[in-house]
């Protein structure tokens, strides 16, 4: 959308194309909330005398390092770990790590942006940070995985911290991953401290955390609908992803009584007419969170429709929810949702959504809302993890849900609070990206010229 803050907006962005050159996803991040903040600075000057947007939008330090590691044949193999610690001015810096061989700086930068918003949103005291690595944990061992995870940890176990730094999963990172990063952090320290989140059980995780993103989604959509007046009860819901994101959001959608039709993989995506229900959603978690095959086996083991190489938006539906990865739904997916009737555009995945197809969702009315708000119930449940592991007390699973949904309506109020138009509907995304800069912002300002 072109408005007369457009000229400020292209300068803006033309600084960053040339200080973060090649960096796309980075780049793409940055403009969708320049787009919203640069107006808004226009009438708050404090922050644009301080030149805040333009030092949240440098990373505070990033940390490039080699993971040399030996796999199952005894062949030498080396991948490359990243931190990126992008702000800490209202807590410290955390967000989950990813391990997927398109990983690079630029998807890290543009994650750990999008992080710090996304943690301000949460009103818990934790700052934005990304991190991971171009490994590609499939098709390796548990062997495999667990040397290249100790490798990695024993160079960024000196960076990280209960109190400075707290990573987590994130794509290829779940609670395998998570749990040999911790075991090996532990022994390079010898301190138990909650210096991870997504932990197992056994060891200072929190209940609730596994299922948080997918649950706090739904949550978020049912604030959402209940705008319109309406439920998610009796909608069709068409999902993308298969991993930690997407199998929590089918299990709350039919929690809700919404039927969920679809789900994914990156070679392909399954679409089931008779919904998928509660034993469908035990086959599909013990195949990929235990056999770790493709998604195409569901609709051997179902007999329903598979579509290789293809992505479910085409599938009609009332609602949609990206829960795989950045940029899977385009202008061509939202014209066709569109089409076939949906209503509203809810981000499980960060940034699954592109600018051009954003803005056509906006221009039809679709609700849509950006992964910063409503994903944001992941990297909360992460919080609270932290908060027990300081008290060194377990919360109950109801305790636990009950501050997610309270958490996730928060939210939601935000976005209303800085998003809502003059008819009355809400732009989520400049809600969320104004609630999310002002708490930080503030914090910066205070602090100094940190
Ligand atoms: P998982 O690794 O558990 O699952 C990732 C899913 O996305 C898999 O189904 C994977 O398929 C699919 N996928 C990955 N790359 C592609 C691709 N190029 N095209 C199509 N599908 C792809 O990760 P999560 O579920 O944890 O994360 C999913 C999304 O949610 C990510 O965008 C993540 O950043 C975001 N997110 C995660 C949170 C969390 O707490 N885990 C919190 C907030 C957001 P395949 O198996 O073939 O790779
Ligand atoms: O994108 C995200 O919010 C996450 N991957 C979760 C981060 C976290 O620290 O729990």
Request: glycine fraction near 10%; charged fraction near 25%; proline fraction near 4%.
């Amino acid at each position: 959308m072109i408005t007369m803050n457009q000229p400020a907006i292209d300068d803006f962005m033309q600084m960053v194309v040339k200080r973060n050159p090649a960096q796309l996803e980075f780049h793409q991040a940055v403009y969708e909330v320049a787009m919203n903040i640069i107006p808004f600075i226009e009438e708050h000057p404090e922050y644009k005398k301080a030149n805040i947007l333009e030092r949240m939008i440098e990373a505070e330090r990033i940390l490039i390092f080699r993971v040399p590691w030996m796999d199952d044949a005894g062949n030498y193999r080396v991948n490359r770990g990243y931190r990126v610690q992008m702000n800490n001015a209202i807590g410290p810096y955390k967000g989950g790590l990813r391990f997927h061989p398109n990983v690079t700086l630029s998807v890290l930068k543009f994650l750990a942006f999008e992080q710090v918003f996304k943690n301000s949103l949460t009103t818990l005291p934790m700052g934005g940070g990304k991190g991971g690595s171009d490994f590609d944990p499939k098709g390796k061992s548990d062997n495999e995985v667990m040397r290249f995870c100790q490798s990695f940890m024993t160079e960024l176990f000196r960076h990280i911290g209960k109190d400075t730094d707290i990573p987590a999963g994130d794509i290829g990172v779940g609670s395998r991953e998570i749990g040999y990063l911790f075991g090996q952090f532990k022994r390079l320290t010898n301190e138990f401290t909650g210096v991870l989140t997504g932990k197992g059980y056994a060891y200072g995780g929190s209940l609730i955390r596994p299922e948080a993103t997918g649950y706090g989604l739904l949550f978020f959509v049912e604030e959402m609908l209940k705008t319109k007046g309406q439920s998610i009860k009796n909608k069709k819901v068409v999902i993308s992803g298969s991993g930690n994101v997407a199998q929590y959001a089918i299990e709350k959608t039919l929690a809700f009584g919404g039927i969920p039709l679809t789900a994914s993989d990156s070679n392909g995506f399954v679409y089931d007419p008779d919904g998928i229900d509660t034993d469908k959603l035990a086959f599909l978690m013990e195949l990929k969170n235990k056999r770790r095959g493709r998604i195409s086996e569901y609709a051997d083991e179902y007999g329903c429709p598979y579509y290789a190489g293809e992505k479910p938006w085409k599938i009609p539906c009332d609602v949609a929810l990206p829960c795989a990865v950045q940029n899977e739904l385009n202008e061509t997916d939202a014209q066709l949702l569109i089409k076939n009737g949906c209503k509203l555009v809810a981000e499980g995945a960060n940034m699954p959504t592109t600018p051009e197809a954003i803005s056509l969702l906006q221009k039809n009315e679709i609700l849509y809302a950006p992964g910063k708000a409503s994903n944001a119930g992941g990297v909360a449940a992460s919080g609270l993890e932290m908060s027990q592991n300081s008290i060194r007390l377990y919360w109950t699973r109801e305790e636990v849900e009950n501050r997610l949904k309270v958490i996730m309506h928060n939210i939601h109020e935000q976005c209303i609070q800085y998003g809502k138009k003059a008819d009355g509907t809400t732009d989520y995304l400049k809600g969320a990206n104004i609630a999310g800069f002002v708490r930080v912002a503030d914090a910066m300002l205070a602090e100094g010229h940190v």
